[in-house]
């Protein structure tokens, strides 16, 4: 039952958001004079199609039967007045609002293309923002802040950094590396950690332990780099739709500034 409910449901969805080529004449089926047409079922089908199904003959056999079975169902629950029912009168509105907001943007965004000249424009905008600094550090975790410093100590005195780390860390995920905790952001850690990490230099370990609430580390900073840049290639999909969340979010505003809301 759960599966037949949710076949209703895609099929329901599929064909609101249907593109108006699908807009044909051509039944897919009738039931009590009552028309399914075609675009209907292309629609359902593409959405099958989109979750990794193939186009087949019987994938749409599957689907105009769905679609038959949910006519039927809709039909009966007119008969018995289902869908004046408060609840259901509210819930069928609602999909149909969310459905004229949907083809709504479908059709804005056919009238107002977003150009590669456009998100290259952006990508040069934000490349600055990309080119974040990534750090290759080292810690030492324990629970106390006095063995922290008599750790400190020990590296001072010439101990080894990477010994201490396998014999004295609560870290598992990096004890046995020596305390390698691999190429990062600094935003990746949480802010203590981050921050104590940024002010030193190649080479260098915190000479004072640093508290966070895994406990006290004591950090050396190895190397840093300044992390890849993806290709426009690369970076285009997602390009693409921050301009396109930033131009429903304008055009939403502006939509609103003209409307009278009360």
Do not use: C
């Amino acid at each position: 039952m759960k599966r037949f409910l949710a076949m209703l449901a895609i099929s329901l969805a599929a064909a609101t958001g249907a593109n108006v080529a699908f807009a044909q004449n051509k039944p897919a089926a009738k039931v009590n004079g009552v028309t399914i047409p075609q675009y209907r079922l292309d629609a359902a089908v593409q959405s099958g199609v989109a979750q990794g199904q193939a186009d087949t003959p019987q994938l749409r056999q599957s689907v105009r039967e769905a679609l038959i079975n949910q006519e039927v169902i809709a039909q009966e629950a007119v008969r018995q007045g289902i869908d004046k029912q408060p609840g259901v009168a509210a819930s069928l509105e609602l999909f149909r609002v969310r459905a004229l907001a949907q083809a709504y943007f479908q059709d804005y965004f056919k009238k107002n293309p977003i150009s590669d000249e456009a998100l290259k424009k952006e990508f040069e905008r934000i490349k600055p923002q990309m080119a974040t600094k990534e750090y290759r550090a080292r810690h030492i975790l324990v629970n106390g802040e006095d063995e922290a410093k008599d750790i400190i100590k020990q590296i001072d005195a010439g101990g080894s950094f990477e010994k201490l780390a396998a014999e004295k860390s609560k870290d598992p995920g990096s004890k046995a590396r020596g305390g390698d905790l691999d190429w990062s952001p600094a935003s990746r850690y949480v802010k203590p950690f981050g921050d104590a990490l940024v002010r030193l230099k190649k080479g260098e370990m915190t000479k004072t332990p640093v508290q966070t609430d895994f406990g006290w580390h004591v950090i050396r900073l190895d190397d840093e780099r300044i992390a890849k840049l993806p290709t426009f290639e690369e970076a285009k999909p997602t390009l693409e739709r921050e301009l396109q969340n930033q131009m429903v979010r304008k055009e939403i505003a502006d939509l609103r500034a003209k409307a009278k809301i009360e």
